[in-house]
């Protein structure tokens, strides 16, 4: 059997290098004395001893042993080194963002050493094809975290990161270990190739932190449904189907999107829809409420979307050079509007990449992970052609590999005033600021109130403080929901002085 790999690996020595730990029980001690929850420590820390046993030759069945004993352990770093965790562990801004990196790196350093072994043993039968399985098992599993850790913080997707996956799975499917069992990770190997690939589709620089990690964890319980054919061609207008080629650096494409026939080097067709029908089946045996909480059915909604959705609404776009001033987050966009930039906290100076009646793009000078998040509101003063302040809702975010930040943002429709509320029926008298969007300066005629996310509930009723007066509002239709805010329609229920 002949399959040609492309695939990275590091240059090797033959130096005996005596930092290198080749002893596999010394090497679990040190492993298992690790301090874990110091993240940024424990990561350099396995990052510095990888590296060198990358560089120096060794024998494939000693460096699988060591390799598997490293990837126990990287997998605890990952779990913990996601949004969630990271907040709450003891870290200043600068610190996160190393770890962040570094994390990526540990992901990637590790699927190198198991590429070695891919390389050196792709050919092999015997005994032999037993360590090119769990070679190619590491391999796929820290790639695919790679990517998934590259989504979760809204970063770009490390280079050939696709490629090598799509050939990991050639050389998979010429052995004919599609269907083998799951390893220590719970995942077979088609498992986690199905599950980073469906996940590059649910448009992930525009979900909210922690969402890609959820996403991910939920693909993987779908993925052995997950059927991939030979060829470009598919049935009726592709739902449920995406079209693969094995030989470029690029994610799965939608076929409902394409046209056919679409030109690819080696092409292939991934089936989604049995796994889809399962998201569906486990959603009818849901509750009503059950239904509507439920990640399938966000799932079903990306993966199973309209004819052209995604495209029609996205208005032409046209360069632009300006510099704006940004106020981000509810508080800080209640101070601005009350007593302007210079006590609503700390405003940044962005730049604006391009724009169209829709939105913006504008660029972060710098890595901002915890300082933007995809679903807050933010808003942009007046200059820089600008007469007015404009709020808006950044829509995703993208972290570049030139340490800058991207964000997308969609325009608020109406001109917002600083108002405050309280619970009518709690006993915390504490009052909290919410945007006020009357009904004159929207285009459907309908005020809405902007408040943090988690106080809606239906009929909740709250007390408006604007200017002098205490106005009672019961809460109607909800019409703005993301992660960071809520905005919804309101009925006022009386009113006193």
Not at 321 to 344: I, N, P, Y
């Amino acid at each position: 059997m002949t399959t040609s790999l492309i695939l990275t690996v590091p240059e090797q020595h033959d130096l005996a290098d005596p930092t290198v730990e080749r002893n596999p029980r010394r090497l679990q001690r040190w492993l298992d004395e690790l301090p874990i929850m110091n993240l940024l420590a424990s990561v350099r820390l396995v990052g510095d001893a990888l590296e060198p046993l990358n560089e120096q030759r060794v024998p494939p069945l000693e460096r699988l042993a060591l390799l598997d004993a490293y990837r126990v352990t990287v997998r605890k770093l990952f779990m913990t080194g996601g949004p969630a965790g990271l907040r709450q562990l003891p870290m200043g801004k600068t610190e996160r963002v190393q770890a962040i990196e570094d994390l990526e790196r540990l992901c990637l350093t590790l699927a190198g050493g198991y590429k070695i072994l891919v390389r050196a043993l792709h050919r092999e039968t015997g005994n032999q094809a037993d360590a090119l399985l769990r070679s190619l098992q590491g391999a796929m599993e820290q790639l695919a975290l790679a990517l998934v850790h590259s989504y979760r913080y809204h970063r770009p997707v490390p280079p050939f990161v696709f490629l090598e996956m799509h050939q990991l799975y050639r050389l998979v499917r010429a052995r004919g270990w599609l269907e083998v069992p799951a390893d220590a990770s719970g995942v077979n190997l088609s498992g986690h190739y199905h599950a980073a690939l469906l996940l590059s589709l649910c448009d992930p620089f525009h979900l909210p932190d922690g969402m890609a990690d959820h996403y991910h964890r939920s693909l993987l319980r779908y993925a052995a449904l997950v059927r991939i054919l030979p060829g470009a061609q598919w049935n009726g207008k592709g739902e449920g189907q995406c079209l693969l080629d094995l030989q470029s650096d690029s994610p799965p494409r939608l076929c409902v999107r394409l046209d056919a026939p679409v030109e690819a080097d080696e092409p292939y067709r991934m089936d989604m829809q049995p796994a889809l029908d399962a998201m569906h089946r486990q959603l009818l045996a849901m509750t009503g409420e059950q239904r509507g909480q439920a990640v399938e059915a966000v799932l079903l909604r990306i993966l199973l979307p309209e004819m052209g959705e995604g495209d029609a609404r996205r208005a032409p776009r046209q360069a632009d050079d300006r510099t704006l001033e940004v106020v981000m987050g509810l508080a800080a966009v209640h101070g601005f509007l009350l007593h302007g930039a210079k006590d609503a906290g700390p405003a940044h100076s962005l730049r604006v990449v391009d724009s169209s009646e829709q939105g913006m793009r504008l660029s972060w000078p710098r890595a901002a992970p915890g300082e933007v998040a995809v679903g807050d509101i933010l808003a942009t003063g007046p200059g820089a052609g600008q007469d007015t302040t404009r709020l808006g809702l950044v829509r995703w975010v993208r972290s570049e590999r030139d340490g800058s930040t991207d964000l997308g943002v969609e325009w608020l429709a109406g001109r917002a005033s600083a108002v405050r509320y309280r619970m009518a029926d709690a006993t915390d008298p504490a009052v909290l600021p919410c945007l006020f969007l009357p009904s004159a300066t929207r285009p459907d005629g309908n005020a809405i109130l902007l408040i943090p996310a988690g106080v809606w509930q239906q009929d909740q009723r709250l007390l408006l403080e604007v200017g002098s007066r205490e106005v009672h509002v019961r809460i109607a239709r909800r019409v703005i929901e993301t992660a960071c805010i809520e905005g919804f329609e309101f009925a006022s229920s009386q009113t006193s002085h």
